[in-house]
Structure formats: structure tokens, C-alpha cells
């Protein structure tokens, strides 16, 4: 039998504490402990980026990362942003913008553009098609995702 180690985590803002096996990754962690499913798992081996979440403040693979390297960390995942009747500012320039299609990329393009925007709020459109370039989108040819993030970063010249 595999011993397991016990972690605490917060996720969302909520802190859990649980027992887990060393190999278990955080993306099966996050969507089969906690039921949080919108982060979506594609290739499985970091090129696709469809299970990008934000860890501590930077947007990570979930599927490069296990479980228990997360001990301690501030985990925020697609659910956290926004809700239905609510959406965050990210989720409704992408609605605006028309940023998505099948939907399968659009949580990991989210949440790694709530890390650029953070980062980056005067980004260009260099920046911003760099910035994606981890993420990958079989549907929409990524103008319209670059439209959504131009939407949210300020103009130069503009009031902070
Ligand atoms: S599922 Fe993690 S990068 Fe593709
Ligand atoms: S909207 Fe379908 S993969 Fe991006």
C-alpha cells in the first residue's frame, strides 16, 4: 500500500485538509476531491494548457504539478472567478468579445489571463499573444481571445 501524506490547501478561499497519495496530481486532485471539473485535463503533459489554475499568485499546469507540492498553497481554479449571474471581468469581456467556442481551452485561458492581466495590466498585443502562447485553441484562431484580454488591459496614456 502507498503511504499517504496529509496536506492542507486552500482552494478558493476555502482551506481543506486531506490525505493524499504522493503521485496524485493536482489536477486529479481538484476535480475528483472537491468536484471542481471546470478544470479540464487535455494532454495530460503540460503542452496544452487546459488545466491552468493560478498557485500562489502565478498560473501553473495543474497536470505538470502533484498534489502535494501544493501543501500550503492558495489554490484558485476556473469556479473561483465568477458565477453564472455574476460573471467576473475576465469570463464577460470573453463573453463580449465572442472568445470562445467549444469551451474546452476556455477555463485555462482564463485563468491564465487573470495572471497576465495582473502582471501585465499595460500589455501590447505582442505581450498578449505571448502571453497566451502556452495555451492551445482548436476553435476560435485566437483573435477573438486577444480581443477579450485587449479589452481588459488599460491603454497606454489611460488613467490607471
Ligand atoms: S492537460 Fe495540462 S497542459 Fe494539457
Ligand atoms: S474554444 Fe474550443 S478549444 Fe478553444
Known sequence: MIAHKTIRMTVNGTTYERSVEPRLLLSDFLRHEFGLTGTHVGCEHGICGACTIVVNGDSVRSCLMLAV????????????????????????????????????????????????????????????????????????????????????????????
Not at 500550503?72 to 481554479?77: P, Y
Not at 485553441?137 to 489611460?158: D, F, M, N, W
Open 69 to 160: 507540492q501544493a501543501d500550503g498553497a492558495a489554490v484558485e481554479t476556473v469556479e473561483g472567478l465568477g458565477t453564472l449571474q455574476k460573471l467576473n471581468p475576465v469570463q464577460a469581456a470573453f463573453q463580449d468579445q465572442h472568445a470562445l467556442q467549444c469551451g474546452f481551452c476556455t477555463p485555462g485561458m482564463l485563468m491564465t489571463i487573470t495572471d497576465l492581466i495582473k502582471k501585465y495590466p499595460l500589455a501590447s498585443d505582442a505581450e498578449i499573444r505571448e502571453g497566451l502562447s502556452g495555451n492551445l485553441c482548436r476553435c476560435t484562431g485566437y483573435e477573438h481571445i486577444v480581443k477579450a484580454v485587449r479589452a481588459l488591459v488599460r491603454q497606454p496614456g489611460s488613467a490607471p
